[in-house]
């Protein structure tokens, strides 16, 4: 036996509608890819209550996407910052986020991406950064623009930078997407309202913070992130 | 105490975040015989899927500074990922069973609005009988959607279906 640990307890049950669905017609690309078949239930065992530790020395921070060796991107400047905590309120310190954006034009610096926006090239839109021992995080860039994504006539993604999180354990990953207060395009957008509870959507929406806002430099949005709970009922050890 | 936050599509975009040199979990020098699991992503028309992020987590061997246990692989315009890494012997799972050698998968990608779980274990393992995971598929062609063939020396094969009648079968937590 290469692991001789007291059994892992489950995770807590997602609550209904929080979660988007696989299946979500208005969403075109999930038609071919989300599976016809219920997923089976299963508590986790060792293999999903661990999970990867990521550290500084090998996974470098960079906090800050709105400079390229030394000069300015173009755009609003931004600064985000937030908790992670999981679902009992407890901060998860030292976790590592990933991070990737457009530009102000709405343009990413990806092969893939054919939107007739210009590129920057003080702009690179990748960043990691790490939370502190309470769970806290901040970085700095640009705000990202919209762009078109052929979804459907005149699809526009509203503004937005994705996120990805590792929790202690490996079911606990998260990918997401933080949007904007304010912008119009979020009622429109297919991918925002995969999310059938509209709460758990609001939850998405950064919010402008006026206490993080530097004066004469950088405006600044909050946005708090929930990684998944463990079960409260530990399974028989 | 609110819920865990909504999951989002990985999008198309995700390679800013790449490393390739993520999907060798050997890279740090882990001593003992690497083996290659390999396969190809495919959506429910049998096209390959070749924009998706597959990353790997395993408990066994345990993670140290020479074996990070994770790895990220995309997958290329013809749905192949592969991944270098240790085969992983058995652990204890609930209730003192005993879990086969396996290997857990999370795939992302466009179209998937949240990640998808499943498991890789391997062909001609004893243990694979009794795991406890692969006791509640009672279908042995659904169960043999999470088995591993062998495919050359110390290499093994899966291929994975994101949907249709030879679908993959997928797991919640
Ligand atoms: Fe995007």
Redesign the pocket.
Known sequence: MGQNLAAGIGFRPLQAGTQPAYATPTYRSTALRAPFSAPISFPGSLTETTGPRFTPERFPPLTDLSRVEGHDAQGQRIIVAGTVTDEDGKPVPHTMIELW??NAAGR?RHPVDRHDAPLDPWFHGAGRVFTDAGGRYRFVSVRPGS?PWRNHKNAW?PS?I?FSLFGPGFAQRLIT?MYFEGDPLLALDPIFHSVPDAQARERLVARLAIDLTEPEWALGYRFDIVLRGRGATPMEA | MPSATAQQTI?P?WHLLEDPQVADLTRFGAPGPAITLQGRLFDGAGAPVGDACIELWQADPSPSELFPGFGRSGTNADGWFRFRTLKPGPIRGCGNATEAPHLALAIHARGLTRPLFTRVYFAADALNETDPLLSLIDDRARRATLIAEPDGDHTWRLDIRLQGARETVFIVF
Request: proline share 0%.
């Open positions: 954006q457009a990413y762009y993604r937005h994705h997407q | 999008g975009y």
